[in-house]
């Protein structure tokens, strides 16, 4: 049930990542509630991720994410924020699959006039 229950915000790969976890936790051959991360039994919750039981993966996630809606989308001022290079957010944001939608979303904001001329 605690499978069900989870919201899975980073889809498969979350979800690969908490039955690798129970996995390695269970000592038998049946894994059991306690061997997942998420649900009742133990922590708080952070917008869906459980505390604890979250990887660092999900928590920096988070993190680069929440300080990037707070900026405004600036990966300037989160970079400063977070104390990480742009060049990592933007790695992250690529890996997360958010590049692609940024570009998309400033491609739909400029207009003809303000696209560089292409040769």
């Not at 919201?7 to 306690?34: F, Q």
Request: net charge neutral; glycine share 10%; charged share 30%.
């Amino acid at each position: 049930m605690k499978l069900r229950g989870h919201r899975w915000p980073g889809n498969v790969r979350e979800l690969e990542n908490a039955i690798e976890r129970a996995v390695v936790l269970c000592e038998g051959s049946k894994i059991d509630e306690e061997h997942l991360p998420y649900g009742a039994s133990g922590g708080s919750t952070l917008d869906g991720i459980a505390i604890p039981g979250a990887t660092m993966a999900e928590l920096e996630k988070h993190a680069i994410i929440k300080t990037l809606e707070a900026m405004d989308g600036s990966t300037v001022r989160a970079a400063e924020l977070l104390d990480i290079s742009v060049r990592t957010i933007q790695y992250r944001l690529h890996e997360y699959g958010f590049a692609k939608e940024r570009e998309r979303a400033g491609e739909r904001a400029a207009s003809p006039s303000q696209r560089p001329p292409t040769k």
